[in-house]
């Protein structure tokens, strides 16, 4: 008898296994999906799910002009946020990522304005260090006579006399140019077009209507090794194309390494927190915490490498009590190997030494006197320090005001949200009422209002200390 096929259930995993092999819309349109049933939850697995799917957007899509690829990357983004509102994390990358491309385009338009100054720089310099550069050709005496020191219009005041001290001044200078000072002032003065001189009928016009005539070519080109101040290089369409292109390639790898550190960052902000584990918590201590949240079971588990302490663990019913008892016991769950992509949860804490206490939510207000320290995870952090976490994260930090308790939160630079709580009850989102209240008491049901929230939103002066990853 064949053994029965086991079929993948739509999560993290899945998604990131159909990545390679297909489209970029339909990618977008299965992580939308993912999103809307709630089959890809909780902000590690939906901040990496984002990042990954925004790799695959950008090493897909082909652009000259960085424009196009943030607005590519704001259309996803809206219909990703879209999505799940709630879950500010997506938001979070979405803007690391457009904010990432910015600095990218700006420095690459710094490096390119840079290189092009230097290189006309270094042209210019070697112009005129050369033995055999071309001499500008001299201009008529009649042209080079002229001053406006001396031949300007006729002022308005009193006459210049000969012998007077202006008059003096405005000869000194017309001897130190070479210059005759008894020389007439010609009566117009020709215009060309480049530094050769014209030798056919000249352009004559006046010195205040110079610009608006627009001059003839010269028939004799301007000497080799010479040009323009204004133009540093032959520009043509053609070079023009090849230096975006060009330009846009290296811009598209930076971009595409950013993206990549972003990702390697959400899996390594966990044990940079737990890094600062040994710093808080010291030896018989009595921690409270609750929920199963990986970060704050790492910072126990650092800790516990040179700390013995005990822990009071709330089991979070009816929504993350299931996932508890699997962190406490050690016993893997799908949520937990889906939040951590392939790897499972391995080591309780009771096997690190850790003498953990399981207790009801209804409990936290009786034993809070016993505790030293309340250490929790967050879901996200708004803008005026609050935090939106687990339900049953509210009470904990009200009794622990109530008894003077510091409460601790462990959370990565990721969750950090923007986003202000005007009104702090569209941020909670609610669960499936019938885990508190079975529908087999059908009578009772119609006659109560059953709501069970999942988050609850813990205001910032609850709040004593943050640890996060940076």
Not at 44 to 58: S, W
Not at 335 to 346: P, W
């Amino acid at each position: 008898m064949a053994a029965p096929s086991t079929a993948t259930s739509p999560g993290l995993s899945s998604f990131l296994k159909s990545l390679k092999g297909t489209p970029v819309e339909s990618s977008i349109e299965h992580l939308v999906s993912l999103f809307k049933r709630r089959q890809i939850r909780k902000s590690r697995p939906c901040a990496i799910a984002t990042a990954h799917l925004l790799l695959r957007v950008v090493s897909a899509s082909k652009w000259t002009d960085v424009s196009r690829l943030i607005e590519r990357i704001q259309v996803v983004g809206r219909r990703l946020c879209a999505a799940q509102p709630r879950e500010m994390v997506v938001g979070n990358i979405i803007r690391r990522v457009l904010g990432m491309i910015r600095e990218e385009a700006e420095e690459d338009r710094e490096d390119d304005a840079g290189a092009f100054s230097d290189a006309g720089t270094e042209s210019r310099q070697g112009s005129l260090h050369r033995g055999d550069r071309p001499q500008r050709p001299g201009l008529s005496s009649s042209v080079s006579m002229f001053s406006p020191l001396r031949h300007g219009i006729e002022p308005q005041g009193p006459p210049v006399l000969p012998g007077s001290d202006i008059q003096d001044r405005a000869d000194d200078v017309l001897m130190a140019s070479g210059s005759d000072p008894s020389a007439q002032r010609p009566p117009l003065l020709t215009s060309h077009m480049s530094y050769a001189v014209n030798n056919a009928a000249p352009n004559v016009t006046s010195m205040f209507s110079l610009l608006s005539h627009p001059g003839t070519p010269s028939p004799i080109a301007t000497p080799p090794g010479m040009r323009s101040p204004a133009a540093r290089g032959t520009l043509t369409p053609q070079n023009l194309t090849i230096s975006n292109t060009t330009s846009s390639t290296e811009l598209k790898g930076e971009i595409i390494n950013g993206i990549e550190e972003i990702i390697d960052e959400l899996s390594q902000v966990d044990d940079q927190i737990a890094s600062y584990a040994l710093e808080h918590i010291h030896s018989n201590e009595i921690i409270l915490t609750h929920s199963s949240s990986v970060t704050v079971q790492k910072f126990l588990l650092r800790a516990a490498t040179k700390r013995k302490f005990t822990v009071i663990h709330a089991e979070s019913y009816p929504n993350d009590h299931e996932a508890t008892h699997a962190a406490i016991m050690g016993i893997p769950s799908r949520d937990r190997e889906d939040e951590l992509g392939s790897v499972a949860f391995q080591k309780p804490l009771t096997a690190a030494g850790i003498t953990v206490i399981l207790i009801p939510d209804s409990a936290v207000f009786a034993l809070m006197s016993r505790v030293n320290k309340v250490i929790l995870g967050t879901h996200a952090v708004v803008a005026n320090g609050g935090l939106v976490a687990a339900a049953g994260a509210r009470t904990i930090a009200k009794a622990a005001r109530m008894h003077r308790t510091p409460v601790v939160i462990v959370s990565g630079v990721y969750k950090l949200s923007p986003v202000y709580p005007y009104d702090f009850e569209s941020l909670i989102e609610y669960g499936d009422a019938s885990k508190i209240f079975g529908y087999e008491d059908g009578d009772l049901v119609d006659k109560v209002d059953v709501q069970n929230p999942l988050f609850d939103y813990v205001p910032a002066e609850l709040v004593d200390l943050y640890i996060t990853n940076l």
